[in-house]
């Protein structure tokens, strides 16, 4: 874990759920978004192995920070702050409703495990190693960041003899899976709340989101108007499942909406999207000789990856690894693949939207002197929603009048806001050239597609006249 700090034994923060002696045991580090979090012993078992000092290596937004020189926090302090809101969060459901729910200090531990170790099998550079890279080289890939958290949490203890219940290892991982579809929990399982604290599958309001969205905007020089902490205080379970006072709807819309804008203007900004092609390219190319996706089910290999792997490439003396080396060399000169343009898919097409291919772009190019080919062209299908897709998210959520009420609900569209989005989910096409003296073509055909395809161009505007006399590159 590197250097702690010695505890103020005078701070009641850690008291909620455990007697004050047991502050003698902690370590605290100090956290730039939470301030002074406290790591438990047996926390401190797992945070002090090869496995998670690991996320160190993994930037959070992985090569966002080549837009927002500031994104380079890591999945490391992410983590931390979500063991800590989880614990947070039973505590505070403790004070309110403890003898009610039976809650202990074993529930605690088990929640806060989960919020640690929740992103410990996350692959290099975040997301993009398994939704944009795996698929690319093993077919029909199911692999998933959660399923290698649950395999790498069972190697950690096995490897370091953790001593850890049985029974609340099982519930780690449950509550770590409890948002994807590998999960088996119902509503009948006992305390099925917990299990959306972490990872909440059944509305998406968890503790991941309240400090992903602070942290990143935080690390980005943006603003975050949605304030978590009204929602943990005026939480109350009701049928083993955490609702929310009514008042505090418009603040929950304000979680979804802040997640769906640093979606569209950080996580899936133009350019961080034409370095992760780039990047995902070069991996491809270089996945025969160095085995990136040999790695992905043994987690004592897997653990050999992280950010650093673009450095093996470079670094390497192989003949074979020169086109993706080059690759390379033109982000760090900052010779991208070139955006072309974008449109948003209209509303009534959004339902039968099928992915656009390169080869649907060249197909729609006209007859010029220079003829595109497939591996001149990048397409991205960038979905971006509140969450649940083409749903409102405010549906599956249940709210509650007053502290006196025994009554939960749901509150429909045309009780909310007349300002709020009719539809929930955006489908943008987007289009990239991979040299510059290919902007005007691939622009062309993609206006060609857009025509043939609805009739009309829904792009916002032509690609600029400058963009498309870029001479090519030295």
């Excluded at 945070?47 to 927002?68: A, H, P, S, W």
């Excluded at 049985?166 to 590998?182: C, G, R």
Aim: proline share 3%; net charge negative.
């Amino acid at each position: 874990m590197g250097a702690y700090c010695n505890e103020d034994l005078t701070l009641p923060v850690y008291s909620a759920c455990a007697p004050t002696d047991e502050l003698r045991l902690t370590k605290h580090v100090y956290d730039n978004v939470h301030g002074n979090i406290y790591l438990d012993p047996l926390c401190l078992k797992f945070i002090d192995t090869e496995q998670f000092q690991r996320l160190r290596e993994l930037k959070q937004l992985g090569v966002t920070n080549m837009v927002y020189p500031g994104a380079v926090h890591s999945r490391f302090e992410h983590s931390l702050g979500v063991y800590w809101l989880a614990g947070e969060t039973v505590k505070r459901l403790k004070n309110f409703q403890g003898t009610e729910l039976d809650i202990d200090r074993y529930d605690l531990q088990t929640v806060r495990l989960a919020g640690l170790l929740h992103d410990i099998g996350h692959g290099p550079f975040s997301h993009m190693f398994e939704r944009e890279f795996l698929p690319k080289v093993i077919s029909g890939c199911q692999w998933s960041h959660e399923l290698m958290s649950v395999k790498m949490i069972d190697h950690m203890v096995d490897t370091h003899h953790i001593d850890i219940d049985a029974q609340m290892l099982k519930k780690v991982k449950d509550m770590i899976l409890a948002s994807t579809e590998f999960s088996q929990l119902n509503s009948n399982t006992e305390k099925r709340f917990l299990y959306d604290i972490v990872a909440n599958g059944r509305n998406g309001i968890d503790v991941d989101k309240f400090d992903y969205l602070v942290r990143d905007s935080r690390a980005c020089g943006l603003g975050c108007n949605f304030q978590f902490q009204r929602l943990t205080e005026t939480m109350r379970v009701m049928d083993n499942e955490i609702c929310f006072r009514a008042k505090e709807y418009r603040n929950v819309h304000k979680l979804f909406a802040t997640r769906a804008d640093l979606y569209r203007t950080v996580y899936t900004h133009s350019k961080v999207k034409a370095i992760e092609l780039m990047i995902v390219d070069a991996m491809v190319k270089a996945d025969d000789h160095l085995g990136f996706s040999s790695l992905i089910n043994d987690p004592s290999q897997y653990l050999l990856l992280d950010d650093t792997i673009l450095k093996t490439i470079e670094l390497s003396p192989d003949k074979e690894l020169a086109e993706a080396k080059d690759l390379l060399l033109r982000i760090r000169r900052r010779q991208l693949y070139q955006f072309c343009n974008e449109y948003a898919v209209p509303k009534d097409k959004i339902d039968h939207f099928k992915a656009v291919t390169a080869q649907d772009i060249i197909c729609s190019q006209k007859h010029t002197s220079l003829t595109l080919k497939e591996e001149d062209i990048a397409v991205t299908n960038v979905k971006i929603d509140l969450a649940r897709g083409k749903e409102n998210p405010l549906e599956c959520i249940h709210f509650f009048k007053d502290y006196e009420s025994e009554e939960k609900f749901v509150i429909p569209d045309e009780r909310v806001s007349h300002l709020l989005p009719t539809t929930y989910q955006d489908m943008i096409v987007r289009v990239y050239a991979k040299k510059p003296e290919l902007v005007e073509a691939v622009s062309e055909a993609f206006e060609n597609f857009q025509m043939r395809t609805y009739g009309i161009k829904a792009q916002v505007h032509e690609t600029p006249e400058k963009k498309k006399r870029r001479v090519m590159w030295n």
